[in-house]
């Protein structure tokens, strides 16, 4: 069931939601609660912080529209109550590879003249 909220919440961003403050946004994870009665929704946004905040409350204040139009959508006995999340994991992966990277270049930088002239010597 969470994937069907997963892909109605994607469908519904891009095809039905009218609101100038929620940006680009992507739809990562959907659990629902034990008893289906919540679909914590993890949602990834772009942009700068400004941006990001405004996306996250545009999402919130249209969680009952959401809910309505899964409602409409899936047939269920009772329709989860919306609830939005920032997914900050890709941030978190940007910044860990951009972390990686620098420690492989100072590596690079820093072991690449002493090893060549270490080896050098110790052939002769």
Not at 72 to 101: A, G, K, T
Request: glycine share 8%; aromatic share 6%.
């Amino acid at each position: 069931m969470a994937e069907q909220v997963k892909q109605e919440i994607a469908s519904l961003l891009t095809d039905g939601l009218k609101d100038p403050r929620v940006g680009f946004v992507s739809v990562m994870e959907v659990r629902m609660s034990p008893d289906l009665h919540y679909a914590n929704v993890y949602v990834s946004l772009l942009g700068d912080e400004r941006e990001k905040k405004s996306s996250l409350i545009g999402l919130r204040q249209a969680s009952g529209w959401f809910r309505k139009e899964i409602g409409s959508r899936i047939r269920l006995r009772h329709v989860p109550e919306i609830r939005f999340f920032e997914d900050d994991s890709l941030d978190r992966v940007y910044h860990l590879e951009e972390v990686i990277r620098e420690l492989h270049e100072e590596e690079d930088g820093d072991g690449d003249e002493p090893a060549m002239g270490h080896d050098d010597d110790s052939e002769e």
